[in-house]
């Protein structure tokens, strides 16, 4: 079974698109994270929900918004996509709370590409 | 705010050796979680070992441990008995302990591990 899964796994689309990356997690986590991870392999939070509400939002531009139907779920929704949007998405969960054992579990990562 | 510095963009090691990759970090907070994280070709990623700033003792995981220096906010792995499937992007991250931090992990920049075999 998978942990943390993505779809699509690979989005290639023109620029001025609107897109979406669907993320779901089946390890009853309370807290989903969305990581933007650039060409030059740079990791940085973008979004994070904790029992479906918003709780970081990294100063990304408001063309992106997330999407959280139930706390198994973290949507991202990407309006007028633009060159610099190119890149690797990853969803992560976790349980939630501040000790050692909150583990971010990785999602496979999607990989878009905008032409 | 904090950050990580991984110095070594690249590294290499013969297969069966020992291999340490660095990590830095700067934090004016005292209670924080250290990780690393593994990112093989498939992009996929693993974490590999955790550690906690107040514990003394450096954390292992079989062929994998740490080099925790708190003052000098150090935190390096180290590889013992490299095998080929070591092969892959390695992140450093950090973690803040304080309730005010909602658990963002902040990444190093990544350091590529070459095995040859």
């Known amino acids: 079974d998978t942990a943390v899964s993505q779809t699509p796994k690979y989005l290639v689309t023109q620029m001025g698109n609107d897109k979406s990356i669907k993320c779901e997690q089946n390890?009853?986590?309370?807290?989903m994270y969305w990581y933007k991870q650039d060409s030059k392999k740079f990791l940085k939070i973008m979004f994070s929900y904790n029992n479906k509400e918003l709780i970081i939002n990294e100063t990304v531009p408001n063309r992106f918004s997330p999407k959280s139907p139930d706390k198994a779920h973290l949507n991202l929704h990407i309006n007028s996509l633009e060159l610099g949007d190119s890149a690797v998405y990853f969803c992560?969960?976790?349980?939630?709370?501040?000790?050692?054992?909150?583990?971010?579990?990785f999602g496979p990562g999607t990989r878009l590409t905008v032409l | 705010a904090q950050t990580v510095t991984q110095s070594q963009p690249e590294m290499s090691v013969q297969e069966a050796e020992t291999v340490t990759l660095s990590c830095t970090y700067d934090t004016s907070e005292s209670d924080y979680y250290l990780f690393w994280y593994k990112q093989p070709p498939s992009r996929q990623m693993i974490l590999v070992i955790r550690?906690?700033?107040?514990?003394?003792q450096n954390a292992t995981e079989n062929r994998f441990s740490v080099n925790f220096q708190k003052a000098a906010k150090s935190f390096s792995l180290k590889i013992s008995d490299s095998q080929l499937g070591d092969a892959a992007m390695y992140f450093c991250?950090?973690?803040?302990?304080?309730?005010?931090?909602?658990?963002?992990?902040?990444f190093g920049q990544g350091t590529t591990l070459q095995v040859k075999p």
């Open positions: 550690q906690e700033a107040y514990k003394q």
């Open positions: 992560a969960s976790s349980q939630g709370g501040l000790t050692s054992t909150d583990t971010q579990y």
């Open positions: 390890l009853g986590h309370d807290t």
């Open positions: 991250a950090y973690r803040s302990a304080f309730s005010g931090n909602t658990g963002k992990l902040i």
